[in-house]
């Protein structure tokens, strides 16, 4: 018997495979310090836990709406609208069971089999995998390092829309290389959106890691509220990766659809969940703040480790809790010439663990640089401290 044909165009999100080596390089004996995955070994505040754990006393562990259950779409809408000066009200939101299904529904409610998909490239690899499952063509679009980060290559988006582009996701605050657009970057791409009529998936997973300043949205400049839906995710400012639990958020028209395959694929998002996370967003917010302010100090520490190390030079992002840096210089040092080589070697001779640029996206046409993402929130800065100087080690021999 044979398997959808279609099944060769899913992917999958390769960081877990490394988590699995690492799992398994653990399991001999040895300490992993793990910098491979984005999640958080922060415990979730105590005020969630309590008011979820007190859904489940008080009987919610039902059936509940498809979109989400009204209080909390409610207060979604408060919350994200006031953060990006804009009114949303309960029928802009539609839970999910975490950010990630965001990706595909909304896929599914504005693509056609062969419409173009511009996606960001390195970036979240269940992007390239949803468009081309659902029978979309993904195009990716890059970025360009410069000495105080990454920057939208903005040629590269214009000269890639064509008459059969759809829809363009866009992931500031980007996962794995923290690209935070500047102003005027940002008002350049809602004018291409406008220009040639694109829906825009707006990922805004990274929206409240922010280390200073206030997050800037997409969606607040003029002519991108009706076209762009918003993915939003408990898992990082909340530490809640576990409970998945986040929302789409946009123009009704959109929405309902999204809400239609809540009905069609989960029923509902847990009901007891929903509840906990109405007290995130309107309770006591000393725990988010306690949260980033540790994700300080590891972006800090895992900062300074990089650039001890000869050939590596990065710079303290203001956003997420990654770092991306090129490893070029050390690469050609090794005589190595496949980036997943230097990974596994890396494992094997220090215990560090980390993700290359080979886990977000297939390597566009002239790639030549090297680049390893470091995800700094799932390790303590103790641990960072010493990870980085047995990689320090072994970076430089």
Known sequence: MELAKQLDYLGTETAFAVSAAAAAWGAKGNKVYPFHLGDINLPTPANIVEAMQKAIGDGYTGYCPGAGIPELRD?????????????????????????????????????????????????????????EYQGGIAVPYGYLETE?????????????????????????????????????????LAELCIKHDLWVLSDEAYFEI??????????????????????????????????????????????????????????????????????????????????????????????????AIDGISVTAPNSTFYL?????????????????????????????????????GRAVENETANYLRFAYSGIDVEDINEGMNRLKLFFET
């Open 75 to 131: 207060a979604l809408a408060r919350d994200v609208g006031s953060k990006r000066d804009l009114k949303y009200t309960a029928e802009n939101v539609s839970v999910q069971p975490g950010g990630k299904p965001v990706i595909g529904k909304f896929l599914a409610t504005v693509m056609n089999p062969n419409d173009e998909v511009l996606y960001p490239n390195p970036g979240y690899p269940i992007y390239e995998s949803q468009i």
């Open 210 to 307: 922010q280390y200073s300043g206030s997050p800037r949205s997409i969606v607040s400049l003029p002519g991108m509220r009706e076209r762009t839906v918003i993915l939003y995710t408990c898992s990082k400012r909340f530490a809640m990766t576990g409970w998945r639990l986040g929302a789409a958020i946009g123009p009704k028209s959109a929405i309902d659809i999204i809400s239609k395959f809540n009905t069609n694929i989960e029923s509902c998002t847990t009901h007891f969940i929903q509840r906990g996370m109405i007290e995130a967003i309107e309770g006591d917010t000393t725990g988010p703040d306690s949260i980033l302010s540790e994700l300080r100090k590891r972006r800090d520490a895992t900062v300074n480790g990089l650039n």
């Open 324 to 360: 991306f840096p090129n490893v070029s210089k050390v690469m050609l040092r090794k005589n190595i010439t496949d980036v997943n080589t230097l990974m596994e070697q890396a494992l094997v001779e220090t215990n560090v663990s980390f993700c290359t640029r080979k886990h977000f």
């Open 148 to 188: 105080t980060g990454f920057n939208l290559d903005l040629e590269a988006i214009k000269n890639s829309i064509s008459p059969n582009t759809k829809a363009i996701i866009y992931n500031n605050f980007q996962n794995p290389n923290s690209a935070e657009s500047s102003n005027k970057e940002m008002e350049e």
